[in-house]
């Protein structure tokens, strides 16, 4: 199975502030990567998709990158909504793996 | 409006059965990849299962064998047999649509999960 490894695990930050959320995919998977936002008790929601597309109606702060094995998640201007935890998913194959999450919290 | 409403979680004792619903609205089970993802508590998101739309099925190797995924076409509803529970599946249980933007996958429609609790 290919492992997610996802960093840092928490992250404390400000509204207005920039962040970065990294992935780190244990073989090569070109752009096979997903991004979602997951908040307590609510759908999980598709943010990006293959590395670097935004999905309707997400807001333009949010972007992805990478390819090969290295992604990341940026969220320019945290908007107090945001705070929330954020997991990479590959979709290399069908045996799917999500990484460990990310919790976002107000600083 | 695309819509999908998990049901039939519970309490459950270690070694019983249950069966998890997803009834799908403004979209078509028989014709879409769907998925089962949980995430026990204090846990991240794991993949249970997928059926794709010719029927054929995988699971993870925690479920393999105990679980099975299904779909009642008639119904737009979308299933899950769990039999043998164990403690660690307690978990909430989601629905997802994994849509086909060849040659990319991505889960973009979810449903707001149900609660299953193995517990004596």
């Known amino acids: 199975d290919i492992q997610m490894t996802q960093s840092p695990s928490s992250l404390s930050a400000s509204v207005g502030d920039r962040v970065t959320i990294t992935c780190r995919a244990s073989q090569r998977i070109s752009s096979y990567v997903n991004w979602y936002q997951h908040k307590p008790g609510k759908a999980p929601k598709l943010l990006i998709y293959a590395a670097s597309n935004l999905h309707s109606g997400v807001p333009s702060r949010f972007s992805g990158s990478g390819s090969g094995t290295d992604f990341t998640l940026t969220i320019n201007s945290l908007q107090p909504e945001d705070f929330a935890t954020y997991y990479c998913?590959?979709?290399?194959?069908?045996?799917?793996?999500f990484g460990q999450g990310t919790r976002l919290e107000i600083k | 409006e695309v819509l999908l409403v998990e049901s039939g979680g519970g309490l459950i004792q270690p070694g019983g059965s249950l069966r998890l619903s997803c009834a799908a609205s403004?979209?078509?089970?028989?014709?879409?990849?769907m998925r089962w993802v949980r995430q026990a508590p204090g846990k991240g998101l794991e993949w249970v299962s997928i059926i794709f739309a010719r029927g054929s099925t995988y699971y993870a190797d925690s479920v393999r064998g105990r679980f099975t995924i299904s779909r009642d076409n008639a119904k737009n509803t979308l299933y899950l047999q769990m039999d043998s529970l164990k403690s660690e599946d307690t978990a909430v249980y989601y629905c997802?649509?994994?849509?086909?933007?060849?040659?990319?996958?991505?889960?973009?429609?979810w449903g707001r999960g149900t609660t299953v609790t193995v517990s004596s």
């Open positions: 403004g979209l078509t089970v028989s014709s879409s990849y």
């Open positions: 997802a649509r994994d849509w086909e933007d060849s040659p990319y996958y991505y889960m973009d429609v």
């Open positions: 998913q590959h979709s290399y194959n069908t045996l799917i793996t």
